[in-house]
């Protein structure tokens, strides 16, 4: 079993729809990361969370630490927003991530 | 705004031979990580590096990986006898001082192809 799962696996979007993605884990965590990896390889890290919400221009990232669940939502999305969004934990007493599969968006315009 | 660099961008070499794969990190960042990813998959760990030691290190990092810090600048992941297994793209992050917790800077990737 995956320590980190994600959902959906893929998912496809009209310009200016809500996009919401899931990510469940199953270990005790000190931190949640959500990544974005564009076409081309690249990573770029868009939240680190412990506990609460954080926001950041059209994006939000949740956690509910008791749930052991995080999500991330892109408000008014567009299609500059296709790309591989990637949910790491940060394991209790570790320093490693732990990543999950991704989630391929692709928003249309 | 400063980034994390990496080279080669691309790495093409015959199964057995030694490889390193090189990481500038973001001045004042001390804590290093390395990652790899195989063509499909998901990112794995591979090994943690602070204060000029392995904190960290996964299954995978065996006794043919290895990465130390020559220079003070440079963080470096060195396979001594690559497998066609170890294709993958690698990537570097870099952590400022304080907590490996932090926001993870990445680098660009090296992509490894062993033939």
């Known amino acids: 079993k995956n320590e980190v799962e994600q959902s959906p696996q893929n998912l496809t979007a009209q310009e200016g729809e809500f996009i919401t993605i899931n990510c469940s884990y199953s270990?005790?965590?000190?931190?949640l990361h959500w990544l974005q990896q564009h076409p081309g390889g690249g990573i770029v890290s868009l939240f680190m969370?412990?506990?609460g919400k954080k926001k950041h221009g059209r994006l939000i990232a949740t956690i509910n630490i008791q749930e052991k669940h995080s999500s991330l939502h892109i408000t008014a999305s567009h299609p500059r927003d296709s790309a591989v969004y990637i949910c790491?934990?940060?394991?209790?007493?570790?320093?490693?991530?732990?990543f999950g599969k991704g989630t391929k968006l692709t928003v249309n315009p | 705004e400063p980034e994390v660099t990496q080279t080669p961008s691309h790495q093409v070499t015959q199964m057995g031979q030694e490889v390193i794969l090189r990481c500038v990190p973001i001045?004042?960042?001390?804590?290093f990580y390395w990652y790899r990813q195989i063509l499909g998959q998901k990112v794995e760990f591979l090994v943690s590096?602070?204060?000029?030691?392995?904190?960290?290190k996964s299954e995978i990092f065996d006794d043919q990986f290895s990465v130390e810090r020559p220079d003070g600048s440079n963080f470096t992941l060195k396979i001594r006898s690559t497998k066609l297994e170890d294709s993958a793209m690698y990537f570097c992050?870099?952590?400022?001082?304080?907590?490996?917790?932090?926001?993870?800077?990445f680098g660009p990737g090296t992509r490894l192809t062993v033939l």
């Open positions: 270990v005790g965590i000190s931190a």
């Open positions: 590096f602070y204060n000029n030691e392995i904190s960290e």
């Open positions: 969370l412990s506990s």
């Open positions: 790491a934990v940060v394991q209790g007493g570790s320093e490693k991530l732990v």
């Open positions: 001045s004042n960042h001390l804590y």
């Open positions: 992050a870099t952590v400022l001082a304080g907590s490996s917790y932090n926001e993870q800077f």
